[in-house]
């Protein structure tokens, strides 16, 4: 697998910002990990700054107030509230809290294992990611071991605002929901990728792109036609969570204004 491909499309969920954190920092290769059904994508030598480019953007969208529930995102359904369900959630939340609260000090994190993602890229929310605890998340979940913290980037230093867990993209919902309610959280995975052909890759950093994970290219048969290859599923399942909020909706939010944002 190309290094640039190990960026495009292993950003998020339990091997996407795992894996490219330490492709990033060490130069490994993991194509051969289980779960990764990517070991067929290639792409041209030299366009990497163009992947990075692009996750860039992307990653700056999700982190706007409104993420894109477009035909790139697929949400779990919001589930009618069981007994217990809230109780259940609560006790995530607090859990996750007092085990994250020493990562106020990012450089604490950093000490843990957490790597940043892609550092030399400014986004709002950066992705700081434990490669042991993507790891773990694949056979079961643990609350104290959140597979991303998510911190707001201010200047060279960051504030801790939040985690995401991560979960096998062969998961259903009700496998979801035995980690974490689906009455109270919509986990959410990224699909529709059309991988541009050789030498278009910047088509991707235009206004209106076709190609990529903003492109306007959402089936198979359009990413043939344009010459390029379809993925109909690329991340594993994600979710988002705010411990530091004050009410279980904010908490839980698929909305997050950051600094500087405006509608």
């Not at 504030?159 to 096998?168: D, H, Q, S, V």
């Not at 009455?183 to 991707?204: D, F, T």
């Not at 048969?221 to 599923?233: D, K, N």
Request: hydrophobic fraction near 35%; glycine fraction near 6%.
């Amino acid at each position: 697998m190309s290094k640039t491909w190990r960026l495009l499309l292993l950003i998020a969920g339990t091997f996407v910002f795992a894996v490219l954190a330490l492709v990033l920092a060490n130069s490994q290769d993991h194509s051969s990990m289980p779960g990764m059904d990517h070991s067929q994508m290639n792409m041209s030598q030299g366009s990497d700054q163009t992947a990075a480019q692009e996750m860039g953007h992307t990653m700056d969208s999700m982190s706007t107030k409104h993420m894109d529930m477009g035909p790139h995102m697929k949400m779990t359904e919001l589930r009618a509230a069981k007994p217990g369900d809230q109780e259940r959630a609560d006790q995530i939340v607090a859990e996750l809290r007092q085990a994250i609260a020493k990562y106020q000090d990012y450089h604490a994190a950093l000490a843990d294992g957490y790597k940043i993602f892609l550092p030399n890229v400014k986004m709002p929310m950066k992705h700081f990611t434990n490669w042991n605890y993507a790891m773990e998340a694949l056979f079961r979940f643990n609350p104290d071991h959140p597979t991303s913290l998510l911190y707001e980037q201010r200047g060279d230093s960051y504030k801790l605002i939040g985690a995401m867990y991560t979960a096998p993209k062969r998961y259903a919902e009700d496998d979801l929901d035995q980690r974490i309610p689906l009455s109270v959280a919509q986990w959410h995975e990224h699909v529709n990728l059309c991988k541009p052909p050789k030498g278009q890759e910047r088509e991707m950093l235009s206004a209106h792109p076709r190609f990529g994970l903003q492109g306007s290219i959402t089936t198979k048969q359009e990413c043939e036609a344009a010459g390029g290859t379809f993925y109909p599923i690329i991340y594993n399942w994600m979710v988002h969570v705010y411990p530091f909020e004050k009410s279980p909706q904010d908490v839980w939010s698929l909305e997050r204004q950051m600094p500087g944002r405006h509608d």
